[in-house]
């Protein structure tokens, strides 16, 4: 019978992996014997990972907290994992210790200076912290992605915006794509800040207000930062396409991330960005 106590945050996610896995997609004949769970059984696991049923057992319990790579790699191949979801189980195994140097800063970020970056793009661009939430902004972002200034501050964060403003979606045509991409991406770092008040206080208000956000959670999907599309729908139904890139550690700060939102070529935004910049500036203009 399967063990309802867990321990390690590496225990809870091989084992969501394994309850995704069918035996048949693993290339292996079902063990006999009446099916509790979905997926794949510990002890077919073991059997693909080439380790002991007890030893499998002991990690997804957190009896065990030290395997090693050989292991790792060998569970990985078993259970299928991506390339994303195969850093988080090596991050889960061994810690990053950058992490831990995010949570206390010492000094609150430089303002001035960010912001004089940002406003040397003229694509939409902004600079946000690690619980996504924005802190300096230019104005190809504002009239992109959000009107940041009409929000109040502690409002001004990419994932409550995601999950939490019902206009939002509307703007965003791709909208669940990239709600389920951030959902990852926040469940790829979340042992990192689980003792943060700042961070969990977050995660409680999404839990408790966006079933959307529980729904992408509860597939326990992990990803890593990298580039995703997103489409926008302006007023009067002119469509933008971009692909998001981001820097990290953004003077000397493992906690901040600059993002650029790039015109994807052949859509045609690249224009339209240039025509409503201009069209603002024409508006903007002292006379």
Known sequence: MESRHFSSPLGEFIKSRRYRLQ?????????????????????????????????????EQGRERNPSPEILSHISQAL??????????????????????????????????????????????????????????????????????????????????????????????????????????????FDHYTDNPVYMERYERLRENSEDFVRFWDKHEIRQKSSVPVHYLLPGGKELAFTIHCAAAIDNDPGLHWCFFVPQPGSGTEEKLALLLAQDADRTAPF
């Open 23 to 59: 035996p048949e997609d693993a290339g292996i004949k079902p063990f006999p014997g009446r099916r509790r769970t979905p997926g794949l059984r510990r002890e077919e696991v073991a059997y693909l990972a080439h380790v002991s049923v007890t030893y499998y057992t002991w990690l």
């Open 80 to 189: 299928q994992l991506d390339a994303d979801e195969r850093k988080h189980l090596f991050d889960l195994a061994a810690p990053d210790p950058v992490h831990s140097s995010i949570i206390p800063r010492s000094s609150e970020p430089d303002t001035t200076f960010l912001q004089n970056l940002v406003n040397q793009l003229r694509y939409p661009s902004f600079i946000a912290n690690e619980f996504a939430d924005i802190i300096v902004w230019n104005r190809g972002a504002e009239l992109i992605v959000a009107d940041f200034v009409q929000l109040p501050e502690d409002e001004r964060n990419m994932v409550l915006l995601l999950f939490l403003d019902p206009e939002y979606p509307k703007r965003l045509v791709n909208w669940e794509e990239f709600a389920r991409y951030m959902t990852a991406l926040i469940r790829a770092g």
